[in-house]
């Protein structure tokens, strides 16, 4: 199997170090069940919604903002070294020089827009993250009483199933590896999305027999991290 994320720039990237378990159950049947038979809904999620969406802004343009300003520092230290190589006056020379000048400029206009868009954050920071910890505990409650005795019920059901989840983390390219014996089988993940820290993405997918299976947005959902 293979993770891929959208990037700052919304193109499907491959993720390493990411934990993809088979499981011989629907975690989301399971999870589901013990949400229905709490008391109570979870609290807070229209107002942490609204938190995360004010956040959200802020921080992916100061995460694009701060990306482009390292692609444009490699791209100049790429050059300098190439430089450092060329003998000066050499028509190799004269060309990184002239390359170097448009890089150069477009970081010294750049420096001040990254600086602003970091001091925007971090009002944002300061102003919202507060508010969405506070209600997030409440949220957190909530998620341990009414998952108490999931571990417990998973036991069960992977005894009577006679089958033990298997799991493998993600290398070079997002790519793992399960080898997996005959039966109903779900794969289950999460990974970090790079665009919100407040947002994840996850899968829980039946394993249909295919050799090869893509977790990425067509197959899993970004949900909040409630």
Request: hydrophobic content about 40%.
């Amino acid at each position: 199997m293979q993770v891929l994320v959208p990037d700052l720039e919304g193109v499907e990237t491959p993720v390493s170090g990411v934990v993809v378990a088979a499981l011989p159950y629907d975690r989301d049947s399971v999870i589901a069940e013990m949400e229905r038979r709490a008391p109570v809904g979870r609290p807070n999620t229209q107002a942490l919604d609204t938190l995360f969406q004010a956040f959200h802004t802020p921080f992916l343009d100061f995460s694009r903002a701060a990306w482009r300003a390292e692609l444009l520092t490699r791209r100049r230290d790429s050059l300098v070294l190439a430089r450092k190589k060329a003998a000066d006056g050499s028509p190799a020379a004269a060309e990184l020089d002239a390359r170097l000048i448009p890089v150069d400029d477009s970081l010294k206009v750049h420096a001040p827009e990254l600086e602003r868009k970091r001091a925007t954050l971090a009002a944002a920071r300061d102003t919202l993250w507060p508010r969405i910890e506070r209600l997030k505990t409440a949220a957190n409650a909530w998620e341990t009483s009414t998952y108490a005795g999931y571990d417990t019920l998973v036991r069960v059901l992977t005894r009577d199933r006679l089958k033990t989840s298997l799991a493998d983390t993600t290398g070079t390219g997002g790519w793992g590896v399960l080898r997996l014996v005959s039966g109903r089988w779900w794969l289950y993940a999460r990974a970090t999305d790079p665009q919100d820290p407040n947002f994840q993405w996850y899968w829980n997918i039946p394993e249909g027999g295919d050799d090869t299976v893509r977790l990425n947005p067509a197959t899993g959902r970004r949900l909040p991290r409630y």
